[in-house]
């Protein structure tokens, strides 16, 4: 109980243990001349310095189960004992005699490192908020507000000092408020939202340029697909382009070559030794077609052989795949060398 006392005489400013009064110490003399009960333990507690969070402090002091029924006064005198550091300086510098209760001396101390706790918090947190290298201004203000909101109450001037540090450098808006000061809060949240409108229409711009490029890009492509489809189609090096099939499902050719007999005629001469294809069945009704005509390749009426197209077609490519060779034109060659070939319609 006797080191208790010595404590308290040391840190609240008395020069002995029998000093009843110390006109030096921030307390009034009904604070210094109280004394513990003989029974009462020292509690223990970490000490507060000033640069945490110093209603943590005050509530775990009040906790403090040793403290229950030790008046107000008496409590004023221990609370200094868990002061150390920066905090105890500060009780030190108060004005002689100047508290005068408990709730006195709580509201200076709450008031004090209030400021104190801000100001470290600020440093900790709201300083080391800087714009990324790719970030948008737009969300580095979102995400310095919902910084500083964590911070709490601050002074306007440290909010501008730590907002317009975070500014990436290079930057528009940086040398924008290298070459015009920013005064206050209002003036740098004005040139914000001038830049993120500038921001917002180079991304909208960019993005109509990227739907646009995509547009084209698979309009070239589609393009590119289609000629080398057309490229990589078999063909024979001098009988033109290969076959292709039509709207209604039908293979053609561009070009068909010149025959030197009818293809009815060329058709039943070599039905037994060359492989011909069995035709795909006539779609029209029976009862709708031609009953005065027959086809020998499909075998039935509505057309004739020779204007029969699958027959045509058949032939053809006979021809292309080795076949029928010697009913194959002997006409001079045209201006590149190729076979005299004709349209569909000739």
Not at 94 to 118: N, T, Y
Not at 144 to 165: D, H, P, W, Y
Request: proline share 4%; charged share 30%.
């Amino acid at each position: 109980m006797r080191n208790l006392q010595s404590k308290i005489i040391t840190t609240s400013g008395a020069h002995s243990i029998d000093d009843e009064f110390d006109y030096e110490s921030p307390f009034t003399r009904e604070i210094q001349v109280v004394r513990f009960p003989a029974n009462f333990k020292e509690p223990h507690m970490t000490p507060y310095e000033g640069n945490t969070d110093q209603k943590y402090h005050f509530d775990v002091f009040n906790d403090l189960k040793n403290l229950r029924g030790i008046n107000s006064r008496a409590r004023c005198q221990y609370f200094v004992v868990t002061l150390k550091g920066l905090a105890h300086k500060w009780f030190k510098r108060l004005r002689p005699g100047s508290i005068k209760s408990w709730q006195q001396f709580f509201d200076e101390f709450l008031q004090q490192h209030h400021a104190v706790r801000d100001y470290t918090m600020m440093g900790t947190s709201l300083t080391n908020v800087k714009q990324g290298e790719d970030e948008s201004l737009k969300n580095y203000i979102h995400r310095f507000n919902m910084e500083a909101a964590k911070v709490g109450s601050l002074a306007r001037g440290e909010l501008k000092m730590a907002i317009t540090a975070g500014v990436r450098l290079g930057s528009k808006l940086w040398d924008n408020m290298l070459k015009r000061e920013v005064t206050d809060l209002d003036d740098f949240y004005e040139r914000v939202q001038k830049y993120i409108r500038v921001e917002d229409g180079h991304k909208s711009l960019n993005a109509r340029k990227s739907e646009s490029s995509l547009k084209s890009s698979t309009h070239e492509s589609l393009n590119n697909a289609k000629k080398k489809r057309a490229y990589e189609e078999p063909r024979d090096d001098h009988l033109g382009k290969a076959k292709r099939v039509d709207e209604h499902g039908h293979t053609q050719y561009t070009f068909y070559i010149n025959l030197t007999h009818t293809r009815e005629h060329i058709f039943i001469m070599n039905e037994n030794y060359v492989p011909f294809r069995r035709p795909p069945p006539m779609k029209r009704d029976r009862l709708k077609r031609d009953l005065s005509t027959y086809c020998h390749y499909h075998k039935d009426i509505g057309h004739t052989t020779t204007t029969c197209n699958h027959l045509k077609v058949e032939i053809e490519e006979l021809i292309r795949r080795g076949h029928l060779g010697k009913y194959v034109t002997k006409e001079k060659p045209g201006p590149e060398g190729r076979p005299t070939l004709t349209r569909p319609n000739e």
